[in-house]
């Protein structure tokens, strides 16, 4: 799987959007960026994924570059649930059972 | 809609004590994982099982096995307990192509 880089901590005001950078450059063209967001010491939860092109779900849109080297994560109005560590992951389709590996993460917090 | 469910929620141990979790995936999904999360560290992959067959292992130690059973549910066995084994235990539970869900988790706490 490919490797992916983001900053560690990010600060948002509620109500405004979140914009969270993830770079993936040595992504393969099989293979998928998908977000995790993991609330205190609770259980990972999916927030959406895409191949190339551009996708929006009720919690979030996701931005692929063209090149597909990097990707942000949107949360259009972000409230205070929204504060959470966001994971950033590439992987292929599962043929199979495929593992997640988590990195570090951006730890997002929304301030009042 | 129904969740992954883990049992217990919290348990606490001696060491060299041996401990069970358990993992109730949701209905129709044939995979379930298992990850470990230490204190202030991100989760780590222990294992999978696909149809009952163990699929993929990661850096689960040899005091652990795991199982899926013909119900598709889980369990972890952990002997001979570490302190360092203390740790939020998730399972995962996920369709052949679909994306993971996770339960709560298991708090485990080793003294």
């Known amino acids: 799987d490919a490797k992916t880089t983001q900053p560690p901590s990010m600060d948002c005001a509620e109500g405004r959007a979140a914009n969270l950078p993830c770079n993936h450059s040595t992504i393969s063209g099989n293979e998928y960026v998908y977000w995790y967001r993991q609330i205190h010491s609770q259980g990972p939860q999916y927030i959406i994924h895409g191949l190339k092109n551009n996708e929006t779900n009720e919690m979030a849109s996701l931005i692929i570059t063209e090149d597909r080297k990097s990707s942000t994560l949107i949360l259009p109005h972000a409230t205070l649930r929204d504060t959470a560590v966001y994971y950033c992951?590439?992987?292929?389709?599962?043929?199979?059972?495929?593992?997640?590996?988590f990195g570090q993460g951006t730890r997002l917090t929304i301030n009042p | 809609a129904a969740g992954v469910i883990q049992s217990p929620r919290h348990l606490i141990k001696e060491k060299r004590e041996t401990a069970t979790l358990k993992c109730y995936p949701i209905p129709r999904h044939d995979t379930v994982y298992w990850y470990q999360q230490g204190p202030g560290q991100d989760p780590q992959f222990l294992i999978s099982f696909y149809e009952k067959m163990q699929s993929d292992k990661g850096s689960i130690p040899d005091r652990f096995s795991a199982q899926q059973f013909s119900d598709y549910h889980s369990e972890l066995n952990m002997s001979s307990l570490e302190l360092g084994d203390s740790a939020l235990y998730f399972c995962?539970?996920?369709?052949?192509?679909?994306?993971?869900?996770f339960g709560p988790g298991t708090r485990l706490t080793v003294l």
């Open positions: 995962a539970s996920s369709s052949r192509t679909g994306w993971q869900y």
């Open positions: 992951i590439v992987r292929e389709v599962p043929q199979g059972a495929q593992k997640l590996v």
